[in-house]
């Protein structure tokens, strides 16, 4: 997804509300706002567009549609061909939506009631129908306009936000508008980066409407959006008499059998990504494979946590998980690192097993790891579904970061990172093909390297799921989306550190 914005900050519906309330304040008429607004989307669309054979505007009865009703209007006042597809009658509306209207009725722009329309066979489509108030499903009108809409084969310009997409969430209860290009309005809505936003927002761009800089010191936005350029400088240059000593000594634990791979992956992604030591302690029928491919790996084969026990003195971090599984081998494991006190990196049956709370109490809390769940993982982590989690992956992040006291990252599209006092982090990086395994055991490497050279946990689960993204992002140019697989990752890794 292309983002055009101009602030990193990202906000709540509600908030935005308070925006909207102090731009008013500060002497704009809300009708100037929205006039604005029309005339932002009008030139994008053209931009985009050019010469458009129609504009098909459908049009809601809140501000949403007035916005509509001014891009109508002012598409009409330059010949350009345009109609306009009521879904709510004109006696409904009120406000600066009525005048909206009126001013679209002036200008001769065609209105049509959408029970009586067709769909729209030529041209593009601006989908103005609902705002970023949705709480639940579009009514089965809208939802009747919406899949008109996606059927149409058009490309579509949605206004602040495709209609059916909740805005604080990024979830989906209903029908959504499939946008080609969003234009947001005075803040970027958090629930575009996320969930189910990145999919159907297409390309998102800001326009600010030129509302005063005061404007914004009337909300504090509780999320962010993060990229590379402003993280890359936590990491301090090495000295010239620099040792291995000095950037930690990581340990993967995991590879139970037939899953030596997920720890080898971590372990190569740690190395990668500036660990001064790595070693692995795996099952011991793996040791010969992972010597094979990467020798600078130290690699112990343990069967049992006793036999783990003693290494557990040399590492100055842990990273638990990578191909862990399920069996009382894995739960071992675990229970002796949790028991080292060392500074954790937990991901895949390592969240699972602790899910449980029977090998770890669940009383258990630390401020020295990080996890890094998927959605299941994380409704595992919560006691709830997964489908809960995806309905709201920013309540999800919080909550697991209150319950465990964790720095945590809740991975998918527009991954999100919560640490304890800080806002949540939204990584936009990222691409479909990263939907393949093992992606998981090379992002927990590169976090484990990342702490061990001496970042706090959430400085390193931000750049870390930032650089994880842009890897990813290299490498599909390079091989495809389709093609994509977790260790086409790794050689970036060093460019982008």
Known sequence: MKITASSPLLYTAAETYALDAAAIASGIPA????????RAAYDLLLERFPSPARVTVYCGGGNNGGDGYILAALAAQ???????????????????ARQAYDFAVQEGVLMQVFTAASAPAEGVIVDALLGIGLRDAPRAEFAAAIEQINTSGLPVLALDIPSGLHADTGAVAGAVVNASLTLTFIATKRGLLTGRGPAVCGELVLANLDVPEVTYTAASPSAERV?????????????ADAHKGDFGHVMVIGGDTGYGGAALMAAEAAARSGAGLVSIATRPEHIPAILARRPEIMACGVVSGQELEPLLARPTLLVVGPGLGRSPWSEQM????????????????????LAEGRVVPASV????????????????????????????RFA????????????VILKGAGSLVAANGDKIAVVT???????????????SGILGALIAQGLSQPDAARLGAVVHACAADLAADDVGQRSLLATDLIPYLGELL
Do not use: C
């Open 31 to 38: 009708i100037q706002l929205m006039k604005r607004a029309g």
């Open 78 to 96: 330059r010949l350009v061909p345009v109609q306009v597809i009521q879904l709510t009658p004109a006696d409904k509306l009120s406000g600066e």
């Open 227 to 239: 990229q590379l350029a402003e993280l890359q400088g936590l990491l301090a240059p090495r000295a």
């Open 334 to 353: 675990l229970q002796q690192a949790v028991k080292s006190g060392l500074p954790m990196v937990l991901d895949a049956d390592a969240l699972n097993i």
């Open 365 to 392: 809390k630390r401020d020295n790891w990080v996890f890094t769940p998927h959605p299941a993982e994380a409704a595992r982590l919560l006691g709830i579904t997964t489908a809960e989690v995806q309905a709201d």
């Open 396 to 407: 999800a992040v919080q909550a697991i970061q209150v319950r465990y006291n964790a720095t």
């Open 429 to 443: 990086d990222g691409n479909p093909g990263m939907a393949t395994g093992g992606m998981g055991d090379v992002l």
